[in-house]
């Protein structure tokens, strides 16, 4: 994404009789616009934990959070302002590095996919021919946070919780990753914006792709450690899990950095199956066009409308025991979605006209 | 290209200095929290090279997956560290020779020495550059066309090991209750609930 603040830097040296060099351009517009993407992400972040609680609570009948400002929109910065001003309490016979560094490298993880996203045709920092292995290699590294965090706290509940949680999300990346291959096959490219672009016809929610979608969702919940897959912070068994024993900024950053995976994995979902920044299918792109409509409207509302899904999900579906979901991932998930994969590059290779497939990518 | 020398050196550093304090960390934990920390960097360097594609490979495979199950099994034990140093002239000399093994090999590779030049040079595919071939496709091509047969067997010697490996292990346990949840499913109300009569005082 590039927003041309470089532009108003020279036309101010441009008094001083000074031009900017074009790297130096390029620098500030990165950074600047690195910048915006982080506080764009993490208000519309605090507005979404907002939300979650106010369906969460509507499902059961409460009123949610309704104090803080005008239907309680500004509770989640009167949180904020809590968390940053309390005192960080570190355990004494904690690991205090790599105690305080866990939810540091929670956080940079999180907001580090984002890179790659893109929201709409050129809103993107780096394109990269391999996008979706990116975010893939980054949200395998989120598990790191949460190992280190139990372990480094060197008390119980923790380091049980964080090895639930490495258990869990390291079984739900293999499904993850057979369900991404399934769509990479269909489109022939690793590249995100492509994947969209490949969707111009159908969204592969609609295609014979329909089960990798629910796999995709489902295992997207248990990747973030989202109810009903919330093991590793159960409060009945293990108090709050890998986050017991932090406190104020750690344990906001931690929260924070939950969420942004949260998102991250509802644009995910938005950019494999939902189409991207396409206007919604069956219309098209050329019969929208009508519409004022620019399309970064449709992502944001895509990724929200995924987002309510997790948010209802959360509202009514009791937690799972461990070994249910050591076994939906291993024994269910992962040969489904190997049968798809070998489906997928089947229909790729003996139907070519069928929707969605990208042709001309099997060669002789 | 200051800049890839900066990122070059700086990567590499961390490599070095990060794999030498794998080997003299004292904390086990710690160790493998470095070792993730040079494959990270590692992966780094293979970005430079313009290899992306085995970077975010090497990142998912080896930090993702392998270093986890590392780092589970290092933070389960329950290591006594008196005890580990006692064993280190023990095992010395067989480190040194695997070490000088290793050493002599990587002062071959850097110092190009080719034994017999004819017997490597035709068993090598012209490699297309790199802006005519995206490497993922360029590996692609490698691994799942130019040398599919090798590719399949070694697929099958990981898959033959690793049966091997549940075969040894796998052993059924008595006294283990498991869930049958097609037992629990397939459940009907005559087996299930038992209408009875008890008189008062006599019990059942």
């Known amino acids: 994404m590039q927003i041309p603040i470089s532009a108003l830097f020279d036309f101010f040296l441009g008094f001083f009789g000074y031009k900017l060099a074009s790297g130096t351009a390029y620098f500030i517009d990165t950074t600047l616009g690195i910048f915006v993407m982080m506080l764009v992400i993490l208000v519309s972040v605090a507005f979404l934990v907002l939300w979650d609680r106010k369906i969460w609570a509507s499902v059961q009948l409460r009123k949610g959070p309704n104090v803080v400002g005008p239907f309680g ?11 940053a001003v309390k005192e960080v309490v570190v355990p004494a016979s904690a690991d205090k590095f790599v105690f305080l560094f866990a939810p540091l490298l929670m956080f940079v993880l999180g907001m580090a996919a984002w890179a790659v996203i893109p929201v709409t045709e050129n809103w993107v920092f780096a394109d990269l021919n391999i996008g979706i292995l990116y975010i893939f290699a980054i949200s395998s590294l989120g598990v790191y946070g949460i190992i280190m965090g139990g372990w480094a706290s060197n008390s119980k509940y923790p380091f049980l919780g964080s090895l639930r949680s490495a258990a869990q999300m390291v079984s739900y990346e293999v499904s993850i990753g057979f369900v991404i291959i399934t769509v990479v096959v269909t489109v022939g490219s690793l590249k995100l914006s492509d994947i969209v672009r490949a969707q111009e016809e159908v969204w592969y929610a609609f295609t014979w792709l329909f089960p990798m979608f629910i796999v995709f969702f489902i295992s997207a919940l248990a990747e973030t450690n989202r109810p009903p897959f919330d093991l590793p912070e159960a409060e009945p068994e293990l108090v709050a899990g890998y986050q017991s024993e932090y406190s104020s900024t750690p344990y906001m950053m931690f929260m924070m950095s939950e969420y942004v995976s949260i998102v991250l994995m509802c644009a995910m979902t938005t950019i494999l199956f939902l189409g991207g920044w396409l206007p919604p299918w069956p219309f098209g792109t050329e019969a929208m066009s009508w519409l004022p409509i620019p399309p970064i409207v449709w992502f944001v509302l895509k990724v929200l409308f995924v987002f309510f899904m997790f948010a209802m999900v959360k509202a009514f579906v009791p937690r799972y025991r461990y070994d249910q979901l050591m076994r939906l991932g291993w024994k269910i998930f992962l040969p489904f979605s190997l049968v798809w994969v ?19 990518q099997v060669g002789p | 290209m200051a800049l890839q020398a900066i990122a070059f050196y700086l990567f590499s550093a961390i490599v070095i200095g990060a794999a030498f304090l ?11 929290l470095f070792l993730i920390l040079a494959f990270f960097n590692a992966a780094g360097l293979f970005v430079l090279l313009g290899a992306e594609f085995l970077a975010m490979i090497l990142v998912v495979v080896y930090v993702g997956a392998v270093a986890v199950l590392f780092l589970f099994v290092v933070m389960m034990l329950d290591i006594d560290f008196v005890e580990l140093r006692q064993g280190f002239l023990q095992y010395m000399p067989m480190g040194v020779v695997i070490g000088s093994i290793v050493l002599v090999e990587l002062i071959f590779v850097l110092g190009a020495v080719t034994v017999a030049p004819e017997i490597s040079a035709p068993a090598a595919f012209p490699v297309p550059p790199v802006s005519e071939q995206a490497n ?5 091509q490698i691994l799942y066309t130019d040398y599919v047969y090798f590719f399949q067997a070694a697929g099958m010697i990981l898959l033959v090991a690793m049966i091997g490996a549940i075969v040894l292990t796998l052993r059924t346990r008595e006294g283990v209750r498991r869930q049958k949840i097609s037992e629990q499913v397939g459940r009907r109300r005559a087996e299930g609930v038992e209408l009875v009569k008890v008189r008062p005082g006599d019990g059942i």
């Open chain 1, 342 to 360: 070998a489906l997928s590059a089947a229909i790729v290779v003996y139907f070519p006209d069928a929707p969605g497939v990208i042709q001309g």
């Open chain 2, 136 to 140: 993922t496709a360029a590996l692609g």
């Open chain 1, 73 to 83: 929109t500004l509770q989640l910065f009167a949180d904020f302002i809590k968390f």
């Open chain 2, 22 to 32: 794998v080997i003299s960390s004292r904390n086990p934990v710690h160790s493998v």
